[in-house]
C-alpha cells in the first residue's frame, strides 16, 4: 500500500523551479482538510503526489460535478469536432419533446453547458438529495430516469440566456442532446465515444475510470450516461486527462480534438456569470470548464481553466506555466466557513500550488546592465486617480503625450469617464505636471472591451501616431494638429497586433535607427488574452497610413539580421516566452545604445499586485536578455509600462517607469547598475 509522500519525480527541483518545501506545506494544510488525492503534474511530467492513509494510486474516488468537465465538456467538444452539433444549436435539434415548447424551444446547447438555460435545479433548501420531495428527489434518486424527468418536468424559470443558475437537469438534457446527435456513428454513446476517441488514445485503462453512475439508461432508443455527476476517475487519471486538454487536444503529436474547438471550451463562452461575493470568486464558464480568462483567481494565470465538484474536488490546468493539479477529499471548508465554493479551492489549492512554482525568465542576463534599484515604493508619484493604460512618446513640443482608459484623466478630472482620451505631461520625472487633452475626433466610451483603447503613440516628423485597439483587431489613428483633431485609417488589422505599440526614439522620433517605424504586438486578436510570443512590424516613416507598405519580421537569419515578409500569415517571434506575454512597450536608450522592452506577467490583477519583466537588446529584433524579472513586484506594475526616453539621464544610469499600476499614472525612479 502507498501512503503519505508518493515522490514519483523529484528530477531536478531547483531547476525545475518548485519549491517542494511550500508543496511540503500546502500539503500538510490539504491533509488536515480532508484531502485524499493530491497531484502535481508540471512540464508533463508527476512532480509531487500524495495519499492519504488508506488511499492507493490506482483507487477511484468520485469525481461529483467534475465530471461536468471531464464528461460532459469533453464529449460534448468531440461531437463538435465531428461536424454532429454546433453549440449555437436550438437543442431541440436533438431534443425532440421540445420542438413546439414555447420556451423550451429558445434554449440552446451553449444554455444547457453555461448553466443559463433556466431549467430549474434539483436542489432545495440544503436538503440531503434523498430527502428532497418531488421531481427534484426523482432526479437523484433516478427513478424511473434522470434524464425524462429533467427534459419534462424540470420547470424553466426564466428565459434562456439571460441569467447565470446553475443547473444539474440542465446538463442531463445536454447529455441527451449529444448522445442523439451520434445517432449512426460508430460511438452510439458518450461512454463508448470517450473511451474510443480520447481515454484510451491518452493511455486510459477501464479500470481506471467509470461514468454515469456506473450505469447507463434506455432513454426513447437512446443509451443515456449521466454527465453532471457520477463519474469515477483515479488522480492520476484525471491529471493524464488534464496534461491532454494543456497540450490542446494532442496525444503523442497526434491530434484528437482540433485545438480551436477546445481553445473555445475554455474560453469565457460569453454568457451571464454567476455572482461574485467576496470570499467567492465565481468565475465564468467556457463550455463544461470554468474560465479564469477575466483573472477572477487573481494569482493564477488568466488562460488557467478548471473542473470542480462537490467536495473541492478539482482539476486546474494552466497552460502557460505547463501546470496541471488534482485534488480529491472531503470539503476544504467548514460548513460556515468564511470562504465560498471557490474561495475555499483559491486559498487552500490555486494560491499555494502556484506560490510553490517560481517563475524563470525567459531570458539569460543582460550583458550590459547588472541590475535595477528601485526607489522606496512610498515616492511612486501617482496621478489621474482611476486611469490606466498610459503609453507615452516626446513630442517636438518637449511634452509627452499618452492616453488612457477607462478613467476620467488628470486632475481637474473630466465629467465623463473615457475608454479612450488623451492628455500631455509636461516637465521633468521629478515633478511633472499632467493636462488632459480634450479631442471629440479621437474619445471614445465603454468599459473594458466594450470601447477603443489606445495601445500605442508615436509622433514622428510633427504628426502624432496613435493605436486604438479593441477595435477588431486595431487601427491607426494620426494628428496633424498636436491631438487637437484626428484622422482614421480605413482598414485595420485584422489578424493578430492585438495590442500594438509603437517603438519609440527620442524627441519627435529623434536618434531613430533608420527611416522605418517599428511596431510590436502580443501575437493575438485580443488585447486581453496572453500569448507565446511578440510580433514586429515595420513601415516607412513617411508611409505609416498605408496598410501595404507594412512588413513582418519572418525569422532571424542565422547572422542575426532580419528577414521580412509583407505576408502576416508569415509572421515569426521577435520575443518569446509562451502563455506570459502580454501588453508590452519598447523604447530605445541612447546612451546604452540597447532597446528596452517592459513587459507585464499576466498573471492575477496587475493593477494592484503582480510582476513585470524588463529586457534589452541591441537590435528591436534581439537578441533579449534580462535586465530585471519579478513575479511579485512591490507594487502592482498596472497593465502597461515604458521608460520615456526624455525621463533618462545623460549618462543612462537613470531611468523612471511609467507604469498603470493603482489605476494611475504611476511614475518610479529606478538606477541601472552596470557591468563592468
Known sequence: MLCGLLAVSFVAWTAQGLDRAKLDRARDELAARGTRTFIVMWNGEIAYEWYAPNQEPNQRLGTASLAKALVGGISLMVAVEDGLLDVDDPAWKYIRAWRNDPVRSKITIRHLVTHTSGIEDAEQDGLPHEKLPGWKGAFWRRDPDPFSIAIHQAPVRFEPGTKYAYSNPGFAALAYAVTASLKGTPHRNIRALLKHRVFEPIGLRDEEWSIGYDRPYDVDGLRLYATWGGGSFTARAVARIGQWMLQRGRWNDRPLVDSTILDRAVADAGMPKPARTPGNPNPASGLGWWTNEDGVWRNVPTDAFAGAGAGHRVLLVVPSLKLVVVRNGDWLNEEGGAEGFWGAIEQFVFNPVIGALGLEPPYRPSPVVAGVHWAPADQIVRRARGSDNWPVTWADDDALYTAYGDGWGFEPRLDAKLSLG?????????????????????????????????????????????????????????????????????????????????????????????????????????????????????????????????????????????????????????????????????????????????????????????????????????????VFFTRKWDTGPGENCSFPTKWMSADGKTVWMVFSGDDHFSVRQATLEMRK
Open 422 to 626: 488623451l492628455a500631455k505631461v509636461h516637465g521633468p520625472a521629478q515633478h511633472f505636471q499632467g493636462v488632459n487633452l480634450r479631442a471629440a475626433s479621437a474619445e471614445r466610451i465603454g468599459d473594458g472591451d466594450a470601447g477603443e483603447k489606445a495601445s500605442g503613440i508615436l509622433m514622428v516628423d510633427g504628426t502624432l501616431y496613435l493605436w486604438v485597439r479593441n477595435a477588431g483587431n486595431s487601427k491607426l489613428g494620426w494628428s496633424l494638429d498636436d491631438g487637437r483633431t484626428w484622422s482614421w485609417s480605413d482598414w485595420t488589422f485584422t489578424e493578430s497586433l492585438g495590442h500594438p505599440a509603437f517603438l519609440n526614439f527620442g524627441k519627435n522620433y529623434a536618434g531613430a535607427r533608420d527611416t522605418y517605424v517599428y511596431i510590436y504586438s502580443p501575437d493575438r486578436d485580443s488585447a486581453y488574452k496572453p500569448a507565446d510570443r511578440l510580433v514586429l512590424a515595420r513601415v516607412p516613416k513617411d508611409r505609416i497610413r498605408e496598410r501595404d507598405a507594412y512588413e513582418f519580421l519572418e525569422r532571424v537569419d542565422a547572422a542575426g539580421g532580419p528577414v521580412w515578409t509583407r505576408d502576416i500569415a508569415r509572421r515569426g517571434a521577435a520575443f518569446s516566452f509562451p502563455g506570459l506575454v502580454y501588453r508590452s512597450q519598447v523604447t530605445y536608450h541612447p546612451a546604452l545604445k540597447r532597446y528596452l522592452l517592459c513587459g507585464i506577467i499576466p498573471i492575477g490583477d496587475t493593477r494592484f499586485d503582480g510582476g513585470f519583466g524588463l529586457y534589452d537588446a541591441p537590435e528591436p529584433w534581439g537578441p533579449w536578455t534580462t
